[in-house]
């Protein structure tokens, strides 16, 4: 894939980048801006305005902003997913707080355990999100809350221990891909 994109995940990425990058007062601006040159493609755009891509052809002959999702003959517009990030932020400082700390607590234990492998600590994360879907009263479509809840989890874990938003936010983009993928890239 060219600019460096690596596999049919970075819509997920760029979701969840988003997503963490409209948290207000969030303690892990520093490990955030380290993540930027993983999941960006272009330099973000602030949402606020109608500052969109043109769909214009850059010098290099390639679309500004614009990258293949690993399926043939599709283009997804990267800005699409950074403003439903930011869009599903705000869904997500709602429903943040009908988190019970504890669930939060309970979380960051699990990343935090370094003798956990990947797979076990994304099947705790899945049983916590549907844990949260079944006692949270969500008034959303079920993935969408699944979405929410997994994004809104990752940014409660990482603001509560910054130094575990690499291992959250990798866990988390993971999570979404192999169980939501297909209504991600339906939302775009």
Do not use: W
């Not at 599709?74 to 869009?87: M, N």
Request: proline content about 3%; hydrophobic content about 40%.
């Amino acid at each position: 894939m060219d600019q460096g994109l690596r596999g049919d995940v970075q819509v997920e990425r760029i979701l969840v980048y988003s997503f963490l990058q409209n948290c207000h007062n969030c303690d892990f601006r520093e490990e955030l801006d380290s993540l930027r040159s993983q999941v960006m493609v272009s330099p973000p755009k602030n949402f606020l305005s109608d500052e969109f891509d043109d769909g214009e052809l850059q010098t290099d002959g390639n679309r500004s902003g614009r990258f293949s999702n690993g399926e043939p003959d599709s283009v997804v517009d990267e800005d699409i997913f950074r403003l439903i990030g930011a869009q599903l932020a705000e869904i997500g400082d709602q429903v943040a707080r009908e988190i019970q700390p504890r669930v939060v607590n309970d979380l960051v234990q699990q990343f935090v355990n370094e003798n956990l492998s990947k797979e076990e600590i994304m099947r705790r994360l899945s049983n916590t999100v549907e844990g949260l879907v079944r006692t949270i009263p969500l008034e959303m479509e079920q993935e969408k809350a699944m979405l929410v809840l997994a994004m809104v989890l990752a940014r409660t874990v990482a603001n509560k221990m910054p130094s575990l938003l690499h291992r959250v936010f990798n866990t988390t983009v993971n999570y979404i891909n192999q169980n939501l993928h297909n209504y991600i890239v339906n939302l775009g």
